[in-house]
């Protein structure tokens, strides 16, 4: 079980960028699939980009080309550069940290969420 901690969301104008970070305590990092997620007012929160232990990469198919997701093993932190920013990704951006082992899930964590808002 590990403890996560997001930063560097904020109010951005559609074009711009922001990047998240998310820093993990509490276990070591390197073994769990780390993933951001969103949630709009309104709906479910939803994948946005995952990344696995083996640095496998997955994302949404409205961020593809626009969000980057990264691990630094080494400062037990995972980011989201997020370009080219659209009003619709404003939402709640939360980190998640999973371990399993085989196809048993051992722990699923979630972060307190940042806001990220695109607007002019």
Known sequence: QVQLVEAGGGLVQ????????????????????????????????????????????????????????????AKNTVYLQMNTLLPEDTAVYYCNAQRSAGMVLLSDDWGQGTQVTVSS
């Open 14 to 73: 559609p074009g711009g960028s922001l990047r998240l970070s998310c820093t993990a305590s509490g276990d070591i990092f390197g073994p769990y699939n780390m993933g951001w997620y969103r949630q709009a007012p309104g709906m479910q929160r939803v994948m946005v980009a995952t990344i696995t232990s083996a640095f496998t990469t997955d994302y949404a198919d409205s961020v593809k080309g626009r969000f980057t997701i990264s691990r630094e093993n």
